[in-house]
């Protein structure tokens, strides 16, 4: 059982499919600090000083009345919030993953050249005779140049 987990292991599309999720992981960090910290600031500053992590919905006060100037203000005094300011930084950074992949996908596909594909075995129409050598139809099941049994 354990050369069984050896073998299933080692088989390349389960290492692809770790350094994938190491590689993805990394890279998800890497997005989220290019949305959150370099490309958030401007598209607020923009729109008028907005923050887009700090909008929120404010369902129920908290102990501390508001206003509440972001997020973790308000769960700290115990509101109820819909953070749809977080959810907008999310899907940027989605967006921003999608196309980043989408990109590399392209321009693997215009590197990538598929084998040629192996013929397929030719259909046998004929076969040999075991007792005079000459060639018959595979259907035949006597050979109509010896009369032997096939």
Known sequence: MIEEFKKFIMRGNVLDLAVGIVI???FGSIVNSFVNDILMPPIGLLLGGVDFSSLMLV??????PPPYETVAMAQEAGAVTINYGVFINTLITFLIVALAVFMLV?????YYVPEPEAPAPAKLEAKECPFCAQEISIKASRCPYCTSQV
């Open 24 to 26: 993805g992981a990394a």
């Open 59 to 64: 369902l129920k006060e908290g102990t501390v």
């Open 106 to 110: 392209k321009v693997i596909n215009r």
